[in-house]
């Protein structure tokens, strides 16, 4: 016993620790999962703050709806094949992308961290995938273009009461060299998130001494927050106004159908309308002339016990046929959701929560670090499952929503 004793610190010392975070390289490097992101931005970010990219509406049912679709959902693989060389690339929209897998749009971005739209636009430009700007930004449409201006963007837009501050949006972004439209049509009302009302995250904030002392308690936030540009609409000129009217004007619950062929005549390029949740509206929305659609719960964000993107991804595949664009998102929180999302029937995936715990858990190296996560782990589970590229995936390589028990 004590000869082994006496070998000890020898043997130690040949063992190599990999430290956590990796010295120099951001406080999200060690990050192992997106989890790993959620928590460490949980600790680093104010909880009004986190809580409003956390959150979903209502009970939250559709939130965890989303996720436990995920966690229900089998993958089944196929084996003794050749999987030297998996090729996780995808062509979409006009681009091909390194992943099948892009920057949804979200609002306040600012308010998570103070790179905000920037960090995640030249994040994806890095890798290689679309970052989509929301209409309710806190970069504006030219600031974010300048960010990455080798990028592919997409732009997402609000059809508002204000039909001539729509069309502006609209050309300003084609002028910036935005490629897609994004058309969001499940907000006809705005939701309510009661996490959001407890933290006095409305509109006017009405922040009590509580949320205030709790963001004292980050104070790299604060100080980021304190010394940059006020927290803003920035597509609109009176960004800096009563933000309260602006938001009130930001949806339009008389949206219909002659309002999509509006948009299609207005935009030039790829039209994708965002929220659909069932096979006769992405049929309908196809006969009105869009090139894609994003099949959307908004992430648990509004209607509450919606239907979830990936239990709904196969019905619609076969009602609009094998050729057109579906997009999807809504709870994707890993490499191997992604792939269960493409084989029921996803030609593409859009990640916004995962994308904002990236941010908040360390700015643009965060973002890049929630990408090499998911491209890890869709690598991964490509050649676990036994295929080389996204093509090959298919329905007989999943089995979506299987009970527990």
Not at 53 to 62: H, L, M, P, Q, V
Not at 192 to 208: S, V
């Amino acid at each position: 016993m004590k000869r082994s004793l006496t070998r000890l610190p020898a043997a130690l010392a040949q063992l190599k620790f990999k430290s956590w975070p990796k010295p120099g390289k951001g406080p999200a490097s060690g990050a192992l999962n997106l989890e790993d992101l959620r928590r460490l931005a949980k600790r680093r970010t104010p909880t009004a703050a986190f809580d409003y990219a956390d959150g979903g509406s209502y009970a939250e049912e559709a939130l965890e709806r989303n996720y436990r679709a995920y966690r229900n959902t089998e993958l089944l693989p196929g084996v003794l094949r050749d999987v030297s060389a998996v090729d996780p690339s995808v062509a979409v929209a006009g681009g091909r992308f390194s992943l099948p897998v892009g920057i949804a749009p979200t609002g306040l971005t600012r308010l998570m961290h103070a790179a905000g739209e920037r960090a995640g636009a030249a994040a994806a430009a890095r890798h290689n995938i679309p970052f989509t700007l929301s209409t309710m930004g806190t970069v504006s449409i030219e600031e974010t273009a300048a960010a990455a201006p080798q990028g592919t963007r997409w732009f997402q837009l609000y059809l508002g009461q204000d039909r001539a501050a729509s069309l502006a949006m609209m050309r300003r972004a084609r002028e910036a060299g935005y490629s897609a439209l994004l058309l969001t049509v499940d907000t006809a009302v705005t939701s309510a998130r009661f996490r959001d009302q407890r933290n006095g995250m409305t509109l006017p904030p009405t922040l009590g001494a509580r949320t205030m002392l709790d963001a004292l308690r980050r104070p790299g936030w604060c100080l980021d927050f304190l010394t940059t540009e006020p927290l803003g609409f920035a597509n609109f000129p009176d960004n800096t106004g009563n933000v309260s009217a602006r938001f009130n004007t930001m949806f339009d619950a008389s949206l219909n159908y002659t309002d999509l062929g509006w948009v299609r005549e207005a935009w030039p390029g790829t039209l994708i309308v965002k929220g659909v949740q069932g096979p006769e509206d992405a049929v309908a929305c196809f006969g009105h002339g869009v090139d894609g659609v994003v099949v959307s719960n908004h992430g648990g964000r509004q209607l509450d016990r919606a239907p979830v993107p990936v239990l709904q991804l196969p019905a619609i595949r076969a009602a609009v046929g094998p050729d057109r664009l579906i997009i999807a998102d809504s709870g994707i929180m890993s490499g191997g959701d992604v792939v269960a999302t493409l084989a029921a029937g996803a030609n593409f995936t859009l990640i916004g929560r995962a994308y904002l715990y990236g941010l908040m858990a360390g700015g643009q190296a965060g973002v890049e670090r929630a990408l090499e996560i998911l491209e890890r782990e869709i690598r991964q589970t490509m050649a676990l499952l036994g295929v080389r590229t996204l093509a090959e995936l298919g329905p007989q390589h999943v089995r979506v929503g299987v009970e527990e028990g």
